[in-house]
């Protein structure tokens, strides 16, 4: 990258800090609440394996299912982490990959929630919760987010 910034930099910076800030809002009441990790975390990944995960994926979230406290604080604690990462501009390369597989995750525990068989689009259109923000973290992992505004310098 070039040692002066350009506007793009500076554009791709406030997209790291705002993701950044989303992750922490979804971090801190899994962590600060007990309701899922108590409870909520079992709900929806149960519900995943019964109904909407893809099938190779079902058995490591029954494996996350027999300790369902634990993986529930985990998911908060990994969201903060992303979250600090990307806000702080620190350390944004690893975490954009951790934060890449984590909404792969997502994706794959809700890939059928469209009927099979549909149309293959209606299956991407199902996933635009997942998808943009996983090639947001790809993003930011090849053009070096940190960099700008950020503790990477």
Known sequence: MASSKSGSSYTMAAARIAIGIMFLFFGQYKIFGPEFAHGGYAKYVGGYVNETAVGIYRPFLRLTLQH???????????????????????????????????????????????????????????????????FLFILFFTHNAGQTLGLDK
């Open 68 to 134: 369902p406290v634990f993986s529930g604080y985990a998911v908060g604690v990994a969201e903060i982490l992303i979250g600090l990462s990307m806000t702080l501009g620190f350390l944004v390369r690893p975490f954009s990959v951790v934060g890449a597989l984590f909404m792969l995750n997502l994706t794959l525990c809700t890939w059928w929630a469209v009927p099979h068989g549909a149309a293959y689009w209606r299956y991407l259109g199902n996933e635009l919760d997942n998808l943009p923000l996983m």
